[in-house]
């Protein structure tokens, strides 16, 4: 049914005790039922009804702990009705006080039509309780495969993620490097100072690669280091303005969602305008959401 029989945790017992409770309901049912069709009175309907119905729950559960697969579930539910309506008839027979013997002398047919009945509603009832665990199982089967396909997903997208952080655009590598090397000579103050940005901006990048999210402060940190180096190659043609309040800058968020802005700004926008130009970021919070905007001064796109 629902569990495996290696599954003996506390939702296998949970799962156990709704199939027992639901079982003693429907053997209620059908001592009434029987009630209304035989002379035999309630309480002798009650207590046949509940050793032949429990004696076949008991005794599929038992057969189904050595044949666990679905196929070996349904034949040990066939299996466990005639076997288990007999030894839940002879039960019923003890509590009730009742000697089968005598009984199938002088009423042979009341015997056999009982016997007739425990099979009949023992296999409708099994049926029911095999169907809904091949349903239950399979609807967990399902959620599990999900599971994994998310998980696996997931792993996907932080790999992605990582080889995409652990890139650093040689472009702009070289570049800083060349300036830092030009101006050793000429201006050694301002040499030291783009190798310190360089240095951050390094150390922000790695540092990124080994988490999954980050915070608005710590991207905003990176963005600095980034546009402080660029000011000190591109002079006065670069001005950057960040407004982001204080209360704002632990929020959480995914990486690079800044950084490439920020670098399509400048590079598409101002590098290539003579007289340069601004980059304004900035961040709002309302009603739950964090709105982030990252505007330049620059050509702006083509029409193409």
């Given at each position: 049914?629902?569990?495996?029989?290696?599954?003996?945790?506390?939702?296998?017992?949970?799962?156990?005790?709704?199939?027992?409770?639901?079982?003693?309901?429907?053997?209620?049912?059908?001592?009434?039922?029987?009630?209304?069709?035989?002379?035999?009175?309630?309480?002798?309907?009650?207590?046949?009804?509940?050793?032949?119905?429990?004696?076949?729950?008991?005794?599929?559960?038992?057969?189904?702990?050595?044949?666990?697969?679905?196929?070996?579930?349904?034949?040990?539910?066939?299996?466990?009705?005639?076997?288990?309506?007999?030894?839940?008839?002879?039960?019923?027979?003890?509590?009730?006080?009742?000697?089968?013997?005598?009984?199938?002398?002088?009423?042979?047919?009341?015997?056999?039509?009982?016997?007739?009945?425990?099979?009949?509603?023992?296999?409708?009832?099994?049926?029911?309780?095999?169907?809904?665990?091949?349903?239950?199982?399979?609807?967990?089967?399902?959620?599990?495969?999900?599971?994994?396909?998310?998980?696996?997903?997931?792993?996907?997208?932080?790999?992605?993620?990582?080889?995409?952080?652990?890139?650093?655009?040689?472009?702009?590598?070289?570049?800083?490097?060349?300036?830092?090397?030009?101006?050793?000579?000429?201006?050694?103050?301002?040499?030291?100072?783009?190798?310190?940005?360089?240095?951050?901006?390094?150390?922000?990048?790695?540092?990124?690669?080994?988490?999954?999210?980050?915070?608005?402060?710590?991207?905003?940190?990176?963005?600095?280091?980034y546009l402080e180096i660029?000011?000190?190659?591109?002079?006065?043609?670069?001005?950057?303005?960040?407004?982001?309040?204080?209360?704002?800058?632990?929020?959480?968020?995914?990486?690079?969602?800044?950084?490439?802005?920020?670098?399509?700004?400048?590079?598409?926008?101002?590098?290539?305008?003579?007289?340069?130009?601004?980059?304004?970021?900035?961040?709002?919070?309302?009603?739950?959401?964090?709105?982030?905007?990252?505007?330049d001064t620059g050509l702006?796109?083509?029409?193409?």
């Amino acid at each position: 049914m629902t569990p495996g029989p290696t599954q003996c945790g506390p939702a296998f017992w949970l799962a156990l005790g709704k199939e027992f409770l639901l079982l003693v309901f429907f053997n209620f049912l059908i001592a009434a039922f029987l009630t209304l069709l035989t002379e035999i009175d309630l309480r002798t309907n009650v207590i046949f009804a509940q050793s032949i119905g429990l004696s076949v729950f008991a005794l599929s559960h038992l057969l189904k702990r050595v044949r666990a697969s679905q196929a070996g579930v349904l034949k040990v539910h066939f299996f466990a009705v005639p076997l288990g309506s007999v030894c839940g008839i002879l039960i019923g027979s003890v509590l009730a006080d009742i000697s089968l013997i005598d009984r199938f002398a002088t009423h042979p047919q009341i015997v056999v039509v009982s016997f007739v009945i425990a099979l009949v509603f023992g296999t409708i009832i099994s049926y029911y309780f095999y169907s809904r665990g091949a349903l239950l199982q399979s609807q967990a089967a399902l959620q599990q495969e999900n599971l994994k396909r998310l998980d696996q997903e997931q792993r996907l997208t932080e790999t992605q993620l990582k080889l995409l952080q652990a890139q650093i655009e040689p472009h702009f590598l070289f570049n800083t490097l060349s300036n830092v090397v030009g101006l050793i000579e000429t201006d050694p103050h301002r040499a030291k100072r783009m190798l310190e940005h360089f240095t951050d901006y390094l150390r922000s990048s790695l540092q990124r690669t080994r988490v999954s999210q980050t915070t608005l402060g710590e991207e905003l940190a990176l963005v600095t280091a980034y546009l402080e180096i660029q000011t000190l190659r591109m002079g006065t043609r670069l001005r950057y303005h960040i407004d982001v309040a204080t209360e704002l800058r632990d929020l959480a968020l995914p990486p690079l969602l800044i950084q490439p802005l920020v670098e399509n700004a400048v590079q598409h926008g101002l590098e290539s305008k003579i007289e340069g130009g601004e980059v304004k970021i900035s961040a709002q919070a309302s009603g739950g959401e964090l709105m982030i905007q990252v505007i330049d001064t620059g050509l702006g796109l083509r029409a193409e």
